[in-house]
């Protein structure tokens, strides 16, 4: 079992910055590749940022592309999400997520989730 607990949303203006955390216990966190999901009132949850094992790879849905960089720190056993050039459609739930396989960017891919941190981005 790997727990998550994500932390660092709250309430920004357009065109500023977050960074979200994700701390995992239970099991050895370098061990899964870890991704970002969010999820807004009334859409599917959509895949945001992932990085493999090592952190030699990452990989970002379209919308975050250039704008979030996700990282990790295996000794912490922490993921970081920077967020840059907040936008208003960046509001939703951020949800940090692990998963067995060396790379994954569906809901599919992912088997132990993080509670979610609200981000919220005022106009």
């Known amino acids: 079992q790997v727990q998550l607990v994500e932390s660092g949303g709250g309430l920004v203006q357009a065109g500023g910055s977050l960074r979200l955390s994700c701390v995992g216990s239970?099991?050895?966190?370098?061990?899964?590749?870890m991704a970002w999901f969010r999820q807004a009132p009334g859409k599917e949850r959509e895949f945001v940022a992932g990085?493999?094992?090592?952190?030699?790879?990452?990989f970002y849905g379209d919308s975050v592309k250039g704008r979030f960089t996700i990282s990790r720190d295996n000794a912490k056993s922490t993921v970081y999400l920077q967020m840059n050039s907040l936008k208003p459609e960046d509001t939703a739930v951020y949800y940090c997520?692990?998963?067995?396989?060396?790379?994954?960017?569906?809901?599919?891919?992912?088997?132990?989730w993080g509670q979610g941190t609200q981000v919220t981005v005022s106009s």
């Open positions: 239970g099991r050895t966190l370098g061990n899964y590749v």
């Open positions: 990085v493999t094992r090592s952190s030699g790879g990452t």
């Open positions: 997520a692990a998963g067995p396989r060396s790379y994954g960017n569906t809901l599919s891919d992912y088997n132990y």
